[in-house]
T-cell receptor
Framework: GENVEQHPSTLSVQEGDSAVIKCTYS??????FPWYKQELGKGPQLIID?????GEKKDQRIAVTLNKTAKHFSLHITETQPEDSAVYFC????????FGAGTRLTVKP | DGGITQSPKYLFRKEGQNVTLSCEQN?????MYWYRQDPGQGLRLIYY???????QKGDIAEGYSVSREKKESFPLTVTSAQKNPTAFYLC??????????????FGPGTRLTVL
């Protein structure tokens, strides 16, 4: 089955800097790659997703890139703000959805 | 307001007792899911249901049971057979089909503590 690895587990940046979180997956047939943001004590919320027929997708300060050959995808957050502080999860999906272990992002003002 | 509700937010039970967690959605979604979240780990799938009166086991179904008698509702029972039930439980739903390829909408979660 699919296995998703996510790095780093924790990430601390200064406000205004960029943050990058990387995930690798094992099943080359996976075709959907969402990213979720989870604030403390709440359920995860989708922030951006990408399908396997696209290499990059951007939504304001957030972008995701997908390298199908290398089987990895990344989340890029530019001009970080304190409210970006949360736990971020990547996932890869074909028959079922598998989640990475999460990255705790802290943005220092 | 459309969305997924889970109740209660916090739940305490004594060891050996069964407990049922509620999940309701008014998004008219066909598929619903239950995940377990432990500190420092990703979400692990317990059960999912693609249609009323049908459900399938996920990766960690042992010690849990579900029912799907109505489209809107997917309750999860944590039985006394679950060896380590203390965790944060998340319910989700998606428009149709299995877990793949569709955005999943999550509820706020229930934190279960077994004393």
């Amino acid at each position: 089955g699919e296995n998703v690895e996510q790095h780093p587990s924790t990430l601390s940046v200064q406000e205004g800097d960029s943050a990058v979180i990387k995930c690798t997956y094992s099943d080359s047939a996976s075709n959907y790659f969402p990213w979720y943001k989870q604030e403390l004590g709440k359920g995860p919320q989708l922030i951006i997703d990408i399908r396997s027929n696209v290499g990059e997708k951007k939504d304001q300060r957030i972008a995701v890139t997908l390298n199908k050959t290398a089987k990895h995808f990344s989340l890029h957050i530019t001009e970080t703000q304190p409210e970006d502080s949360a736990v971020y999860f990547c996932a890869a999906s074909r028959e079922d959805m598998r989640f990475g272990a999460g990255t705790r992002l802290t943005v220092k003002p | 307001d459309g969305g997924i509700t889970q109740s209660p937010k916090y739940l305490f039970r004594k060891e050996g007792q069964n407990v049922t967690l509620s999940c309701e959605q008014n998004l008219n979604h066909d598929a619903m899911y239950w995940y377990r979240q432990d500190p420092g780990q990703g979400l692990r799938l317990i059960y999912y249901s693609q249609i009323v009166n049908d459900f399938q086991k996920g990766d960690i179904a042992e010690g849990y049971s579900v029912s799907r008698e109505k489209k809107e509702s997917f309750p999860l029972t944590v039985t006394s057979a679950q060896k380590n039930p203390t965790a944060f439980y998340l319910c989700a739903s998606s428009i149709a089909g299995g877990p793949s390829y569709n955005e999943q909408f999550f509820g706020p979660g229930t934190r279960l503590t077994v004393l």
